[in-house]
């Protein structure tokens, strides 16, 4: 699993609260999620392949939610904030919103806010324990704007009590939340109007990335082609980038 690595993590102030990062291992993850209220029936597993149909038949399927982490470089950078130019700042809520979309305004946060976005959307969301600290949480931000949204989930102990906990069970040393980290986490998840939205706390909103079917699920080759393979093909015609990444998906529990 990967450790977190030394880097600035731009667009959240430096007098903002930080946690611990979070390490990359689905293990830690399904602890965060379950702890918080989502049912055991689900949980995330590695991708090892987004190619080999073998290695792609070990994931329980459906795959509700993709989370792709990676270093930030410098070709990512430059797209992303060519691409939110032009872009207004994502003002929705409530029940028109397709999708529930958070703003991060936590230091070394992106790991949870991705797994946020990948359990509070879709199917996904059905597997929530409707008396748990999750559905309360969710509950409250739907119909707030993503500022006092993004406060909600600042200012919530119960989000802060289970991240701390789950980020002391990695199988590496926790760093310093005061750490600054390389790998950042990017979600993918389909809507109920069967669209493809990558979702990541540092853009103006929420991205729709394009019509999927209603038999495809986020693992899907047209999924992976609006997606994950859609950035991996941007990465390396930049000249050979670093394409050191993972994928983590959530479906079914094996258990």
Request: negative net charge; proline residues 7%.
């Amino acid at each position: 699993m990967a450790d977190p690595q030394v880097r600035s993590e731009a667009d959240v102030p430096a007098n903002k609260k930080a946690f611990v990062p979070l390490e990359n291992n689905p293990e830690v993850m399904s602890h965060l999620v379950h702890q918080l209220g989502l049912s055991p029936s689900i949980g995330f597993h590695d991708v090892y392949s987004l190619d080999d149909p073998d290695l792609l038949a070990f994931i329980p399927r459906p795959a509700y939610a993709l989370l792709l982490v990676f270093p930030v470089s410098e070709t990512y950078e430059k797209f992303r904030q060519e691409e939110d130019q032009e872009k207004p700042e994502y003002n929705g809520s409530g029940p028109e919103e397709e999708i529930m979309w958070f703003k991060q305004t936590i230091r070394n946060a992106c790991g949870l806010i991705g797994l946020l976005h990948g359990v509070s959307n879709g199917e996904a969301k059905n597997f929530i324990d409707p008396s748990s600290d999750l559905s309360t949480l969710l509950k409250s931000a739907a119909p707030l704007k993503p500022l006092p949204r993004a406060d909600l989930l600042y200012e919530s102990e119960a989000l802060e009590s289970a991240h701390q906990s789950a980020a002391s069970k990695g199988d590496t040393a926790a760093p310093s939340a005061e750490t600054n980290v390389d790998l950042h986490y990017v979600c993918f998840v389909k809507s109920s109007k069967n669209h493809l939205w990558e979702l990541d706390g540092r853009r103006k909103g929420p991205l729709d990335r394009g019509v999927l079917t209603q038999e495809d699920d986020v693992l899907s080759e047209k999924a992976l082609a609006l997606g994950v393979k859609s950035f991996l093909k941007r990465e390396e015609a930049a000249g050979g980038g670093d394409l050191r990444f993972s994928l983590v998906a959530l479906g079914p529990s094996l258990e």
